[in-house]
């Protein structure tokens, strides 16, 4: 039986679709594993490695695994390294390639991903590849369940509209789609049928699901009360503020087994850096959203993410960030030193502190939670 392994990096969507990716070689013949370091060791092996490109340090994580799956002794045969994911769409092919990546599958070719592998090993074995099934468009989303897994990954949207002027996904992952309301409920109906506990909706930018006059609150509603008979929970992946905020805590004191635990990625405590930034709130919205959350959801878990050293962010400015996440006591942050992305429209703008002062100051962000 062939095998292929999984290794992924970034985000839960990312995750999602390695267990997307996954049922459809399972169902088709393959042994299916994940993570680790020992890929090739008994043999000829293929790897997925399922990019990551939101900054320059996960970039430079991608190539670095490529290299590390290439880089095996005489005794061992180097695995075939399929590369998928932001970085395809991120870093020239040539750079791939000379990484060491065999196929590089873009987000576009996803659905004849196996038959690509499959094609690859029948070239290398001297036979004839045999052709995709046409008309092909789409991998069934059904994920791949890990046994002993608490949770699994439900992909509901996709790619991003807007453009915050610091952030590449929406070249990587493209225009905002939502999967049809039905198939998301019994996707999850289906995982909490098969013993999953916990179910995690999630997106590239998830709170702009949409599909027809459902969004992501009445989306979340009928999947709590699809899987509460199998005592299932749900939660939400990250969430942009400032688009159904109210909506979700409505949700969070309606439905029992919807987490209450909500992650936002605010970036900024301050106005004028989020308006170079090109969020869609303020300095003052962002207070009245994360009073909300603190007042009216009891218990509630509280994550955010931060960028420090954005264009525009001076000292003052920090402090103002400092002092948000001061005031509202999260119980956890991600914080990031600002990444410059090629193609961006922060790239353009003045006053961009250096590469030290963002990083400093991240450092100094995170001690506030500690
Ligand atoms: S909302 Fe902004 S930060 Fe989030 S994926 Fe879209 S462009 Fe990027």
Redesign the pocket.
Known sequence: MPRVRFITLGCRLNQAEEAIFAADFSANGWDVAFGGDDAGADGQEVVVLHSCAVTRMAERKTLQAIRALKRVDPTKTAPIVAVTGCATAALPEQVLRAAGADLIIPRTQYANLRFAIEAAIAVSSGFAPAAPPAGRASLRERPYLRPGRHHAMLKVQDG?????A?????YT?GPATSRPFAECVAEATAMAKAGVPEIVMTG??LA?YRDGVAGLPELAAAVCEAVAPMGATVSLGSV?PAICDEAIVALMLAHKNLKRFVHL?I?SGDSKVLALA??RYNGERIREILTLYRKKVPNLFLGADFITGLPGEDEEAFQRTCDLVKEFSFDHIHVFPYSPRQGTAALALPDIPSRAVARARAARLRTLTA
Do not use: S
Not at 160 to 164: A, L, P
């Open positions: 991003c509209d807007f453009r915050c610091y952030c590449i996904v929406p992952r590239c930018n702009c942009e990625p970036q090109r969020r």
